[in-house]
């Protein structure tokens, strides 16, 4: 039996507009009751702006799970580490080039379609891949660690690039 797996947890780093918004979300709750106070007719504004701060909480308490078994890659968010959502899922088979953000490899893939599952902060290494399903072409922008490098490199060694 000789599986590889190995799994990697990022947080990302939650922008300030993000958490600015979360915070007018729950002033503008908390002054919709107080004007339900005044007017009981418009009870139902505070239940809309309560549910939409909780939302909004949900979205900047993110982070992803890498996880790598067999050739397979599948990214994971985890929202508020209470609700898990499927975020990327391919077969190293489909990658089509893999490289650290900003190589020269990369400059032929700038204009396609591309998700950020990274921690958005510069103290880790980012590194760019690009996957090709049913001819559609995808590029992901992820932190791995070295296990999961070195994983991706044993399957796919012309295709990784350091």
């Known amino acids: 039996m000789n599986d590889f797996y190995t799994e990697q947890l990022v947080k990302r780093k ?50 992803f799970e890498y996880l790598y078994v067999n050739g397979e890659l599948d990214i994971d968010k985890i929202m508020a580490k209470t609700k898990r959502k499927k975020g990327f899922s391919a077969k190293i088979s489909d990658l089509e080039v893999m490289a650290p953000q900003g190589s020269e490899v990369l400059h032929a893939y700038q204009n396609i379609k591309t998700f950020d599952y990274s921690s958005m902060t510069d103290k880790n290494r980012k590194f760019e891949a690009v996957f090709v399903k049913d001819g559609v072409k995808t590029k992901i922008i992820f932190e791995p660690n070295q296990t999961i490098l070195d994983g991706i490199r044993m399957l796919a060694p012309r295709k990784v690039n350091f």
């Open 14 to 63: 939650t922008p300030m507009s993000e958490k600015f918004v979360v915070v007018i979300l729950g002033i503008l709750t908390v002054l919709s009751v107080v004007l339900v106070l005044a007017m009981p007719i418009l009870l139902f504004v505070p239940v809309i702006l309560a549910v939409l701060t909780y939302f909004a909480n949900l979205r900047t308490d993110l982070e």
